[in-house]
């Protein structure tokens, strides 16, 4: 069956980084797109990022681009997301998505709170 495993999520300070990952298994992950989402406390989810089957192109919210960088390595199944000069705004679960938000298919979440 479909598996998405998050992890890297932690406490950052603002202007800091983390890399979250998300180990996937069940499927053909080198022929599927994924994405990145993210829901902060008391708000709705939020789409982040995303990227083509074979890591040709990607793609971000406005709210992260120039910050985060998405990136997989099919050879190992594993999807990424490098978070750099964080904001207290990041804090959120975040989720590694099969394909687009309208799939049936996601991790259980990892968090990341960004304080001081």
């Known amino acids: 069956q479909v598996q998405l495993v998050e992890s890297g999520g932690g406490l950052a300070q603002p202007g800091g980084s983390l890399r979250l990952s998300c180990a996937a298994s069940g499927f053909a992950f080198s022929v599927w797109a994924m994405s990145w989402a993210r829901q902060a406390p008391g708000k709705g989810l939020e789409w982040v990022s995303g990227i083509y089957s074979d890591g040709s192109d990607a793609f971000y919210s406005d709210s992260v681009k120039d910050r985060f960088t998405i990136s997989r390595d099919n050879a190992k199944n594993t999807l990424y997301l490098q978070m750099n000069s964080l904001k207290p705004e990041d804090t959120a679960m975040y989720y590694c998505?099969?394909?687009?938000?309208?799939?049936?298919?996601w991790g259980q979440g990892t968090q990341v709170t960004v304080s001081s």
């Open positions: 998505v099969k394909g687009t938000l309208s799939s049936q298919y």
